[in-house]
């Protein structure tokens, strides 16, 4: 590893969902003992952090992205001292860890909006976003809640509407009321106090509403909105010009810190100039405004390409650029993509240039559960049967062995979510006696990033005369020059790469058993199989 590797401006970032990660107390949910229990399989696969998704007190209406209180653990996950723990383990083992930080919205029981909503000269009735009836009786305006329904929900006591984005548990914060802002600021100080190691702010492109809560106008065929059953394009509710300022302010007090606290935005925008936006003129907003496209890109080489091409061609100078396939909120990778593309998936994600966001159970070739409507947990799922949005499927137990259970919890408890069908071979204990197993796959993958200084901060170029389903690409740094190649069907290809020199070391294919040199006049890429060859 060079010694100017910067952990996130050049390592692979792994989500944590802690409700499934590892269950120590056999209660069937996932906690930070377990976490803590497993940190050495999460260092042995070779990340550089961990970003847990909330922990901290909340009803679990939305899974804890509904929070009562910002700076309390759940007591399904355990307490602080096992957080601080946690913290401390992971920088034992040279491991950062990045929190879950969600500001567009708290609970309904969060102290903060039971006083709003308590009377309307309550002081912090403003730190939420309180409209009157229209005159006729109508709702404010005609938005609507992601999960479903009107984002406008009427209080009987106080007679007015209060605006959810989300559930109506979930009601929107003002983040034009700059008690609110520093209020949040205060909580970031709480954790950064601590000494966590930076935070992925939750849906941050809602946080601020048009001032004048305008009618949104009917969504466009194209909106990347419209597979989640929205009818109106968001223009009014997201992605309005005052949340840079917010951002802004954030970043001056990460800034204040000493040592390399990151901040991540879960920014859901696909117009790549808006997106690019994020980092700040002078990249002095987030550091990584996740890029999202690999969330809804499809398998298919010439698509990829032009996306690919579209988003470095607009990140600015000396900004971090980074990629997110997977997430709590998508349909598995092995799923989405099929199995048998699943490692070059991997290989694309972890050898692109920008840096990578795992999902846990992704390095094993999980795949989606099938969820008995009885056990579904998603509101979005349970409030939206005829889409396909609910979130379950990719939100259950990781799989640590085959026993029953998969080793989340002892066997005979009944986990909060079923075990994904495929665990008896898509688990850890069989995959890492197995060389050739998927996770040995990511291990190599993960080291050989980590070591070559071209795969993670290396120029990027495309090779441009391969076949229409072939996508080739070289990354480039200090002298060396390193190819990678995926096939993307289901038949054998010759290629001619000669082009590119006389031959390469194969560093590592997906089949994970290739010899070592080979002639790139006549490469031979197997079905589905991909290559990282060093040109040097
Ligand atoms: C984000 C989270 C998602 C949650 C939503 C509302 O999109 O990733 O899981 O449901 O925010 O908080």
Redesign the pocket.
Known sequence: MSQDFIWWKHGAFYQIYPRSFMDSNADGIGDLQGIINRLDYVVELGVDAIWVSPIFASPML?NG?DVSDYTDIHPMFGDMATFDRLLTAAHDRNLRVVLDY?PN?TSDQHPWYIESRSSHDNPKRDWYLWKDAKPDGGLPNNWEAIFGGSAWQWDEKTQQYYLHT?LKE?PDLNWRNPEVVEAMQDVLRFWLDKGVDGFRI??VMCCIKHSDFPDNPPINDDSPFKPFGLKLEPVHSMNQPEIHEILRGFRRLFDSYNGERVMIG?TWIFELTELVKYYGKNLDELHIPFNFMGTVMPWKVAEIKTNISAYYSVVPEGATRNFVFGS??VHRLATRFKPENHRSVGMLLLTLWGIPTMYYGDELGMEDADIPLERRHDPWGKEMLDLNVGRDPERTPMQWDASPNAGFSPPGVETWLPIAFNFQKANVAVQQEDQTSTLNFYKSLLKLRREIPALHRGDFSFVEETPTEIMAYVRSAEGERLLVIINFEGTECNLDLSSLGNSGKVLLSSQLAKSDRVVLSELLLKPHESLLIDLT
């Open positions: 939305d992205y969600v919205h989300f979930q939750d849906t879960e709590h909120d």
